[in-house]
């Protein structure tokens, strides 16, 4: 463990803006964490913790000691008639153990193959793709909570696990994930409801072709970060209340749109930005995406300011048009290496 100074963190986010760390350290094992907070107080440094790097936006020069978790390990603890219980280290890539359950008959996960990643910030925004968030495969989280400044366990229902969200994005600098347990069947039970999935999965309804099926959607339409640098969907799809979904439908009868269980109405904000003549559409370096409007995509070696211009051009004719204020998807850190809001249109 070897904190190094003066680091490009350009390879560490996946939508590869311009971005120096003062301070760079690599933690391998949990019990580093403790050690390198010490450290960093000692130094009078803030701490900034990294994961895949697949939903931030970073500033072009960060002071502060940048914590890139990369512990690794993938352990089957439990196993049952139903159930199989793994045990997997944050630093592990999340499509590859995707891929790794279905080959070990593990099943649940299936539908979120392919999200760039790491497994320890899939608890954070509580991943989801294709009617699945991965909440509901979660025992517990391990941690280690700088509050208490000890190591625990939240259990999956002290997470409050909600649409991109749990607890760990209302406390951002709490928690460090360092293991996440998974509850997995061990007898499958697809699930074929979103959009036009159970087509593509046909007659073969076995995970295998489910996650394969998956994969080819995703590929179909969304960017690969390594050609078009980007975050995934950029802002999150809004949740209006019925009574505002009523006046848009009678204007835009089109609008796809998802009732939730509250009766408020979540609305596709990536046919809100197509609508909004943003699809294909670049600000000099920044764009959203040709095949999916919802998808910024870094043409250019930009850097944050280049992306905050053309994320709020969006937000103000999507606003303009529609009367809906988008709220981005990614998180956004200061200078200093500290989560910060995002502002308002
Ligand atoms: N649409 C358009 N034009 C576009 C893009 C979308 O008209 O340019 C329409 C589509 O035709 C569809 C609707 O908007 O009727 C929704 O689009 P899509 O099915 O592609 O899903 P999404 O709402 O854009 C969400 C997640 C994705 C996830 C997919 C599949 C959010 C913010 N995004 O996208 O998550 O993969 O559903 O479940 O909830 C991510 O978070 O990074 C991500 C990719």
Not at 34 to 63: F, T, Y
Not at 101 to 117: C, R
Request: aromatic share 8%; charged share 20%.
């Amino acid at each position: 463990m070897q904190i190094q100074q003066h680091v490009s963190l350009h390879e560490f986010n996946t939508l590869a803006l311009k971005s120096v760390a003062s301070h760079f350290v690599r933690i391998q094992n949990a019990n580093e964490i403790p050690q390198v907070l010490e450290q960093a107080n000692s130094l009078g440094l803030s701490v900034m913790v990294l994961s895949g790097g697949s939903n931030v936006l970073l500033p072009a020069q960060i002071e502060a000691l940048v914590m890139y978790m990369d512990i690794q390990g993938i352990e089957v603890v439990n196993e049952d008639d139903q159930y199989i219980e793994i045990d997997v280290a944050a630093g592990e890539n999340w499509h590859e153990f995707v891929c790794k359950t279905t080959e070990m008959g593990a099943y649940g996960l299936q539908n979120l193959a392919l999200i760039p990643g790491k497994v320890g910030a899939s608890p954070v925004q509580n991943i989801g793709a294709y009617g699945v968030e991965v909440g509901e495969f979660i025992r517990w989280v391990s941690v280690y909570d700088r509050n208490l400044a000890e190591f625990r366990t939240i259990s999956a229902e002290d997470c409050h696990f909600s649409y991109r969200h749990s607890i760990f994005k209302d406390e951002p600098n709490r928690y460090i994930i360092h293991q996440v347990r998974f509850k997995l069947l061990k007898k499958p039970d697809l699930k074929l409801d979103y959009g036009d999935l159970k087509q593509a999965v046909g007659d073969l309804k076995t995970p295998a072709n489910l996650q394969q099926q998956v994969i080819q959607i995703r590929q179909s339409k969304l960017p690969q970060p390594a050609e078009y640098p980007n975050v995934g969907s950029f802002f999150k799809n809004p949740i209006i209340s019925a009574v505002e979904f009523e006046r848009l439908k009678s204007v835009h009868p089109q609008l796809p749109a998802y009732p939730q269980a509250n009766g408020q109405v979540k609305v596709a904000a990536g046919w809100l930005i197509d609508q909004a003549g943003w699809k294909g559409k670049r600000l000099d370096k920044v764009g959203m995406f040709h095949k999916q409007a919802l998808v910024l995509v870094n043409y250019a070696d930009a850097d944050l300011d280049d992306v905050i211009q053309t994320y709020h051009a969006v937000q103000v004719d999507v606003k303009q048009q529609f009367d809906i204020a988008l709220e981005p998807e990614p998180v956004l850190y200061n200078t200093q290496g500290h989560i910060s809001t995002h502002s308002c249109v």
